[in-house]
């Protein structure tokens, strides 16, 4: 059953088309004589020619190559792979939405405006934020958009030798490279012993060069940050600004609200916590919400309403500008709406709800089994360290390609960093509990298989359409694309 | 009601799993925030509405918008109408594509690895280069990554922009470079073109990139002989910011010497949506490839020498290397990329060439009647290549305004972002436009006083 698939460039045949254009209407002229022929390309043009059926066929094929949520049980953690509700997708491809022009005047694009401004008030109830902007296009967009904001605030009131942004090791993995790109140094600050952030460190490493800290809450240990209200305190007596990476943000709708843990800026994931799908890597959609006084610092334009009208507020001397062509992810944010208008304030409670007894739940089933070494209620995630496996010959990534044989996706493996041999698992709020119960039965298959033979699981898997792929050669010898004459 | 049914959990489950788990209630799971952060309210959010229910209301609102199937376009300005082949909402609406994460578990996700394979290919075709991302967010942060491409190839802090490329772009890599401490500069603009001239005068040997876009946001055709040349010996970077779409037609940026191209691959069959999703398109000689931000699929083979697709060169990406990664860039815009891919297939070389030359002869005959109107001037000379700015004779606001009661999206007004031309619009004229619809157009603005 293992076959490797055709490239849709060996699929090619010259003559071939997938699409057949009507004939130019307007009387033509040379090419020559609109265009420099000096400017015209020279060099020949090699993409594929296939017929429609060719293509559809190709990659359907590839399709039934790939496992998404629709295929089964998704519990990669920190990226909260809920069910993909079916009417955002089709209330996102309305023309209404999917056929506008970002330009249009706006007395063409009150629809979209009212539902820019319907999601906005609804972002900002969910996350007591006072303002957001919906430019940024996915979350790690989001967290450099808030840094920017931050940075545009100290900027503002002269205060320049902020350059640090304090980071825990339980963080979003994004987090240190976004610091870079906001051209801060990342200062790393520790967890205790129980996988919380240092309290103490944390205080030591606050000073008056801290732009802000970052933190996950509740963290990828899926722990939510006790101390929080003295953090905050510590961060703003020192001048500091909190940010929070809303990665996480499905563990506690409807109990806990950023902005009232003394956040000052935040992101939200909404093709997480909001359903919309991921896409094979986006697209993606992360909103940043402020406090008051970040609000003048926020990119332009922000969406107005006075009286029955909607309109662009382009007018913040201070905005940090731009970080998107136009307005973001903007079809991502309908199918975001969507799902808030059919959950509603108690819908979205109860799927942090679910999400959060789903973890816990699936985490009491598993420590029968597996090493939890942060062995207290945790919130939407939870991680196992598979250090006492690997040392029997398969650990965290052999254990993820035995789930790929059992037809589920495995967990995050190898994050976060202070677990070694980490599998962060999150269930989510869509899973059932025979669901749950499945994944726990094949993790104890697993386990044994480790006991029992070590050596067959760390070389799996074996079901899968291909074999454990060879990431090293991939890396020595790079081939980043088809070339003809390879063949 | 609402979307509980999202939610398979019935009370019975949840019993027996608090049970299992230890807990008496639910409330002893959220023990751990401290009382004075809980929320002590329910939130205050519109009711839940039942699906039939919240189609009527996205139904209403996307009713009150226009839109191409309702208008006739004539914006662009990076965003344009071009026909849409059906087979790629197909493609892109299988859920084992749009419901999957980005594939960190390659053996289950050779589909999603394989296509992107296959788009990085098509880019490359298309450009020139050696090798592309799997995708950026969009035109503008492909335009500011490059830009800080070159600073890192070249361990340089400056920039030159030219002013013709889109204002778009240009906020967000001001943005982008001001944050980072990165400095740049403007190359001003001589009759609609970059003003080569003053690009070598700025040109010293402290500038990592020169980004320059073609065609140019005013849809012409910028002089590109010589210019690689002339940055190269200054050991500076060449950033091209391309039309996709135009590439059948001139000279591939890696003809005239480009090191990086990045650019907007919307009119790649993507819907307009509003300005987003959009595609951010980024590729580079082989040499630049570990400056390269985000996802790239390679080539490689499991035990068996079966060949497959892997995520690869990971050292360069913000999971591995932290704060030293190229990019914070984590999720792109891969359903997109994949779409851009399908509709690459089915054009082939000869469909794109035809789309191409469609944008170009209708862009001419619209050009030459609208400026053979009384008060309607073309502002630049040169080639468009499927738009161009004309002056017209009052205020862009209330022409578009009358434009719409015969349901026709006018041009985009250039003053906000070239105070120096008034009354100056930008029209656009792609391959779906007729000659009716064009000549409509035509007539509509002869008869506006």
């Given amino acids: 059953m293992r076959k490797s698939k055709a490239l849709i460039f060996e699929m090619s045949r010259s003559g071939r088309r997938g699409y057949s254009l009507p004939s130019c209407d307007v009387p033509e002229k040379l090419v020559d004589e609109l265009l420099p022929r000096k400017m015209q390309r020279s060099e020949p043009l090699e993409l594929p020619e296939l017929s429609e059926v060719d293509i559809i066929r190709h990659f359907t094929?590839?399709?039934?190559?790939?496992?998404?949520?629709?295929?089964?049980?998704?519990?990669?953690?920190?990226?909260?792979?809920?069910?993909?509700?079916?009417?955002?997708?089709?209330?996102?491809?309305?023309?209404?939405?999917?056929?506008?022009?970002?330009?249009?005047?706006?007395?063409?694009?009150?629809?979209?405006?009212?539902?820019?401004?319907?999601?906005?008030?609804?972002?900002?109830?969910?996350?007591?934020m006072d303002r957001f902007t919906m430019q940024p296009a996915a979350g790690a967009h989001g967290e450099l958009t808030g840094l920017m904001i931050i940075q545009a605030y100290h900027r503002h009131r002269g205060d320049h030798k902020r350059n640090k942004v304090l980071i825990p090791l339980s963080a979003h993995g994004t987090n240190?490279?976004?610091?870079?790109?906001?051209?801060y140094e990342v200062v790393q600050v520790p967890c205790d012993d129980r996988g919380l952030v240092d309290l103490e460190a944390l205080k030591e490493a606050v000073d008056d060069t801290t732009a802000a800290l970052m933190l996950t809450n509740p963290s990828t240990l899926g722990l939510f940050e006790e101390e929080i209200i003295p953090m905050a305190k510590a961060v703003h007596e020192a001048g500091g600004l909190l940010y929070y990476d809303g990665a996480n943000l499905n563990a506690i709708m409807g109990y806990a609200r950023p902005g009232d843990m003394?956040?000052?800026?935040?992101?939200?994931?909404?093709?997480?916590?909001?359903?919309?799908?991921?896409?094979?890597?986006?697209?993606?959609?992360?909103?940043?919400?402020?406090?008051?006084?970040?609000?003048?610092?926020?990119?332009?334009?922000?969406?107005?309403?006075?009286?029955?009208?909607?309109?662009?507020?382009?007018?913040l001397p201070n905005s940090i500008g731009k970080v998107h062509s136009f307005y973001g992810n903007f079809?991502?944010?309908?199918?975001?709406?969507?799902?808030?208008?059919?959950?509603?304030?108690?819908?979205?409670?109860?799927?942090?709800?679910?999400?959060?007894?789903?973890?816990?739940?699936?985490?009491?089933?598993?420590?029968?089994?597996?090493?939890?070494?942060?062995?207290?209620?945790?919130?939407?995630?939870?991680?196992?360290?598979?250090?006492?496996?690997?040392?029997?010959?398969?650990?965290?990534?052999?254990?993820?390609k035995a789930l790929l044989d059992r037809n589920f996706h495995p967990p995050t493996v190898y994050f976060p960093l202070i677990v070694e041999e980490a599998l962060m698992i999150e269930p989510t709020d869509t899973e059932a509990k025979e669901t749950i119960d499945a994944f726990a039965t094949v993790m104890e298959q697993i386990s044994k298989d480790i006991d029992e033979d070590a050596e067959k699981v760390a070389h799996g898997p074996y079901n899968t359409v291909v074999g454990r792929l060879d990431e090293v050669r991939a890396a020595r010898s790079p081939v980043l694309r088809w070339e003809k004459d390879k063949d | 009601?609402?979307?509980?049914?999202?939610?398979?959990?019935?009370?019975?489950?949840?019993?027996?799993?608090?049970?299992?788990?230890?807990?008496?209630?639910?409330?002893?799971?959220?023990?751990?925030?401290?009382?004075?952060?809980?929320?002590?309210?329910?939130?205050?959010?519109?009711?839940?509405?039942?699906?039939?229910?919240?189609?009527?209301?996205?139904?209403?609102?996307?009713?009150?918008?226009?839109?191409?199937?309702?208008?006739?376009?004539?914006?662009?300005?990076?965003?344009?109408?071009?026909?849409?082949?059906?087979?790629?909402?197909?493609?892109?609406?299988?859920?084992e594509f749009y419901t999957c994460y980005t594939p960190y578990q390659p053996e289950i996700s050779q589909g999603i690895l394989q296509a992107i394979f296959e788009y990085q290919t098509m880019i490359c075709q298309l450009t020139g280069m050696d090798v592309a991302n799997a995708s950026m967010y969009d035109g503008g942060t492909a335009v500011a990554e490059g830009a800080i491409m070159g600073c890192g190839a070249t361990r340089r802090s400056k920039a030159l922009v030219s002013s013709s490329v889109s204002p778009f772009y240009r906020q967000?890599?001001?943005?982008?470079?001001?944050?980072?401490?990165?400095?740049?500069?403007?190359?001003?603009?001589?009759?609609?073109?970059?003003?080569?001239?003053?690009?070598?005068?700025?040109?010293?040997?402290d500038v990592a990139s020169v980004i320059l876009q073609q065609p140019n946001f005013f849809g012409l055709i910028e002089e590109m002989d010589g210019v690689a040349d002339l940055v190269h010996n200054h050991k500076a970077v060449l950033v091209v910011s391309a039309d996709p779409l135009s590439l059948p037609l001139l000279s591939a940026p890696a003809g005239y010497g480009a090191d990086i191209v990045v650019g907007e691959g919307q009119a790649l069959?993507?819907?307009?949506?509003?300005?987003?999703?959009?595609?951010?398109?980024?590729?580079?000689?082989?040499?630049?490839?570990r400056q390269l931000p985000g996802r790239i699929a390679g080539e490689t083979v499991d035990s068996e020498e079966n060949r497959g697709y892997v995520l690869t060169l990971q050292t360069r990406e913000q999971h591995i290397r932290r704060e030293k990664a190229a990019s914070n860039i984590c999720s792109n815009q891969a359903l997109v990329a994949l779409g851009a891919s399908v509709y690459l297939a089915a054009m082939g070389p000869q469909g794109m060439r035809e789309v191409a030359e469609q944008c170009l002869q209708k862009a001419a005959y619209a050009r030459e009647?609208?400026?053979?109107?009384?008060?309607?001037?073309?502002?630049?000379?040169?080639?468009?290549?499927?738009?161009?700015?004309?002056?017209?004779?009052?205020?862009?606001?209330?022409?578009?305004?009358?434009?719409?009661?015969?349901?026709?999206?006018?041009?985009?007004?250039?003053?906000?972002?070239?105070?120096?031309?008034?009354?100056?619009?930008?029209?656009?004229?792609?391959?779906?436009?007729?000659?009716?619809e064009i000549d409509t157009l035509v007539r509509e603005l002869e008869g506006w006083k």
């Fill in chain 2, 172 to 205: 967000v890599l001001k943005n982008y470079f001001n944050s980072r401490g990165l400095d740049l500069e403007e190359i001003p603009l001589k009759d609609g073109h970059t003003d080569l001239d003053e690009l070598e005068k700025k040109l010293g040997d």
């Fill in chain 2, 269 to 289: 069959g993507v819907p307009a949506s509003f300005g987003g999703p959009l595609l951010g398109i980024m590729a580079a000689r082989s040499k630049f490839v």
């Fill in chain 2, 1 to 95: 009601m609402g979307g509980k049914h999202y939610l398979p959990l019935t009370d019975q489950d949840r019993k027996e799993m608090l049970a299992t788990i230890g807990v008496k209630s639910v409330e002893d799971l959220f023990s751990d925030i401290p009382q004075q952060v809980r929320l002590q309210r329910e939130m205050d959010l519109p009711p839940a509405l039942a699906e039939s229910e919240v189609l009527k209301h996205l139904n209403s609102l996307a009713a009150k918008n226009k839109h191409f199937n309702n208008c006739v376009s004539f914006m662009g300005a990076g965003v344009y109408d071009h026909f849409i082949p059906s087979l790629i909402k197909h493609i892109t609406g299988r859920s």
């Fill in chain 1, 176 to 183: 240190p490279a976004t610091v870079s790109m906001a051209g």
């Fill in chain 1, 331 to 400: 079809g991502v944010a309908v199918k975001a709406y969507t799902y808030m208008r059919m959950m509603g304030a108690e819908g979205l409670k109860q799927a942090s709800t679910d999400a959060v007894i789903n973890a816990n739940y699936l985490m009491s089933l598993l420590k029968k089994i597996y090493h939890v070494p942060y062995d207290r209620i945790c919130k939407h995630e939870f991680v196992v360290s598979a250090k006492p496996e690997k040392k029997k010959g398969a650990g965290a990534g052999d254990i993820a």
């Fill in chain 2, 369 to 436: 009647s609208i400026t053979a109107l009384e008060g309607y001037e073309s502002v630049f000379p040169g080639a468009p290549f499927k738009e161009f700015a004309v002056t017209v004779p009052g205020n862009p606001a209330e022409l578009n305004k009358k434009l719409l009661e015969k349901n026709v999206l006018g041009g985009v007004d250039l003053n906000p972002f070239y105070p120096e031309l008034k009354n100056t619009m930008l029209f656009a004229v792609t391959e779906k436009r007729t000659r009716e």
């Fill in chain 1, 262 to 315: 003394g956040f000052d800026v935040v992101h939200l994931n909404i093709h997480k916590t909001l359903s919309t799908p991921h896409g094979g890597g986006g697209p993606g959609g992360g909103p940043v919400g402020v406090k008051e006084r970040l609000i003048p610092f926020l990119p332009v334009p922000l969406v107005d309403k006075k009286g029955d009208e909607y309109s662009f507020d382009y007018d």
């Fill in chain 1, 61 to 128: 094929e590839l399709s039934t190559r790939n496992f998404g949520v629709d295929t089964g049980f998704y519990p990669l953690g920190s990226c909260t792979m809920k069910y993909n509700p079916k009417v955002n997708e089709d209330a996102a491809v309305l023309p209404g939405f999917a056929l506008m022009h970002p330009c249009q005047p706006l007395e063409t694009v009150q629809g979209a405006l009212e539902l820019l401004y319907n999601m906005e008030r609804g972002l900002k109830e969910l996350t007591a």
